[in-house]
Nanobody, 127 residues
Framework: QVQLVESGGGLVQAGGSLRLSCAAS????????MGWFRQAPGNTREFVAA????????YYADSVKGRFTISRDNAKNTVYLQMNSLKPEDTAVYYC????????????????????WGQGTQVNVSS
């Protein structure tokens, strides 16, 4: 199994930046695509960003494109989400997730395709 622990959340003013980290344990980390999702109160879980196994391909929700950057360091078993130009609507609990190995090829945008999830980290962006 894969265990994921997010960190780096907090309170930031609109226009500010925050960097989330997701530390993974387990030897299968480098063989999985990884994703970030978020969920605001009263909303469903929403795709934010994803990165392929090698890191060659990245995917972003339109709402964060140009502002957020996903990256991974397989040597450190860590995936990151750099969030710049934050907006109040970015306020949510952010979850790191590992893509299920049975999905060999996908857009990486569907939450149902991920089988391991972190506990989430709260991000609050004030006006």
């Amino acid at each position: 199994q894969v265990q994921l622990v997010e960190s780096g959340g907090g309170l930031v003013q609109a226009g500010g930046s925050l960097r989330l980290s997701c530390a993974a344990s387990g030897r299968t980390f480098s063989g999985r695509a990884m994703g970030w999702f978020r969920q605001a109160p009263g909303n469903t879980r929403e795709f934010v960003a994803a990165i392929s196994v090698s890191g060659a391909n990245t995917y972003y929700a339109d709402s964060v494109k140009g502002r957020f950057t996903i990256s991974r360091d397989n040597a450190k078993n860590t995936v990151y989400l750099q969030m710049n130009s934050l907006k109040p609507e970015d306020t949510a609990v952010y979850y790191c997730a590992a893509h299920d190995l049975k999905f060999g090829s996908s857009s990486l945008r569907e939450a149902r395709e991920y089988d391991y999830w972190g506990q989430g980290t709260q991000v609050n962006v004030s006006s």
